[in-house]
């Protein structure tokens, strides 16, 4: 009975953070859309038809499977996202917005090849390192170098999009799998070493996110170039106050908040339920956080210890 419920605490953490993110869409987005699309509610319906719905019918759907059945696909799941992370720089089938290759187009329906490569390398990670063994995963030859070879593969294809945020996710979400499954310590620390002296190199061959850090370290120095936007977020949540403006009052969302249905979301959040909402939408994550490592932690065998804290 177990299986064909699972776990009602999380599901129901999950489904009031859709219904809080399906609101502040529509609310976020009102004026966005309309600008753009000429439909005050276009963001919240594409969200709720293609994103929600589909989702849940997923959700209903796999659940009923054994997740025991995920390993024995995890080397062809990983390798299709993988193909589909070389798609999207295909012409013609990629989409290449606001001057990144992240999107794949089919027919009616668009999707980030980068989120499919979240749970492809979350599974793989899990079945390959189960098939390890303590013994060898704590090997630099037959663990740790494995385990950077899969890491370089992926973030190569997703920093050339580029899309920093998603591998920066893959790459802790990795981190977090390898250190559960027993590597070794100075492993870690090597590949936190690493992981620096990558950021550092990013930031020398690319120099707008030299200037994004200092942005956010100095929001003031330049207000109108590149601190704009955390700018005018922290004007949205500042005038927020504890309680907010309330629902579909927001300010800064017409036009003064660059992206206010993707990036600058959180802001508008602030900006119209106030602190205790904002508060409320992060106890919520930390809500499913621990609840993903209290699964974990139950969790009857090593293949799905290391799923369950993906």
Known sequence: MQHKLGDKTLLSVVLMLLTFGLVMIASAGVIYSETRFGDSY???KHQFFYGVIPGLLAMWFFQKIDYHYWRKVAVPFFFLAIIFLI???VPGIGSRVYGASRWLQLGPF?????EMAKLAVIIYLAAWLESRGAHRIKDVFEGLLPFLGIMGLVGLLIMKQPDTGTFGVIA???????????ARFNHLFSMAGLGALGLWILVKIEPYRFNRILAFLDPGADPQGIG??????LLAIGSGGLFGLGLGHSRQKFNYLPEPVGDSIFAV??????????AILVTLFLMLALRGIKIAKNAPDMFGRLMATG
Not at 110 to 114: A, G, N, T
Not at 269 to 274: A, H, K, L, N
Request: charged letters at 5%; proline letters at 3%; a negative charge.
């Open 42 to 44: 276009y963001f919240f």
């Open 172 to 182: 802790f979400t990795s981190f977090a799998i390898f250190f559960i499954s027993g």
């Open 269 to 278: 959040i602030g900006e119209e339920v106030g602190f205790i909402g904002a």
């Open 110 to 114: 668009s999707f980030q090849p980068s």
């Open 228 to 233: 704009y936007q955390i700018n005018q977020a």
């Open 87 to 89: 798609l999207v720089f």
